[in-house]
């Protein structure tokens, strides 16, 4: 069992690979809507808040900013523990580093290329689409720097980075799954710890277990 994470720029089609990828090798999908269901259950109903704004000054100082950002960091261990997922965004390369068994991996493409196809998905002009995606990346890209202190543009915390202005999507899965299926045979030699070390909540690992129907009752 492993697990694989997937960071992606809004157009690169990383979410669709991600799921491609998941089917294929018979994991489990994990995104952000999967994280909410638990985050929920413990009483963080904010996360949108956190997630999708950009924090004025005094708020990344904030209390509750920092225990929401604090349980999303151990909702993603649990999941990760449990094994066999597809993490998609939410800085889960950079919680996962130097693991055995982690494949990360990041999915970019021109810029250009991802306005046209978000333009073709949602409409709007040329102009609409631009402004939308850019300030849709800056607050992502704010989340994972300030938030949570990773840098998604640093290529060496990644195993594989894919440009789908190059990669059709559909190369980009067989290749994703293949290294992934490399890995599980024969785990990095530069790393020393696994999910097994990952230190988890039990109530929180049951309910995570529970969720991806992996629990053994």
Known sequence: MGVITISRQIGSEGTFIAKQVAEQLGLSFVDKQ????????YGFSGF??????????????DQHRYLTVDFLLAVMRAFAKVGNV?????????????????????????LELRVQRKQKERGGTDEQTRKALIDQELVRTSFVQSD?????????????????????????????????????????????????????????LKLVEKMLGSDEA
């Open 148 to 204: 949570l202190q990773y840098n998604q543009r640093d290529a060496s915390l990644f195993d594989l980075v894919i440009d789908t202005g190059i990669v059709p999507p559909e190369t980009a899965t067989l290749w994703i799954a293949d290294a992934y299926q490399q890995l599980m045979k024969r785990p990095r030699i530069d790393a020393k710890t696994s999910r097994a070390d990952l230190v988890v909540d039990d109530v929180l």
């Open 86 to 110: 597809v993490m998609l965004g939410r800085g889960g390369f950079g919680l996962l580093q130097g693991y055995t068994d982690v494949l990360n991996v990041r999915i970019k493409a021109p």
């Open 48 to 61: 949108d808040e956190v997630y999708d704004s950009l924090p004025t000054f005094w708020e990344r100082f």
């Open 34 to 41: 999967d994280i909410e269901k638990i985050m929920h259950e």
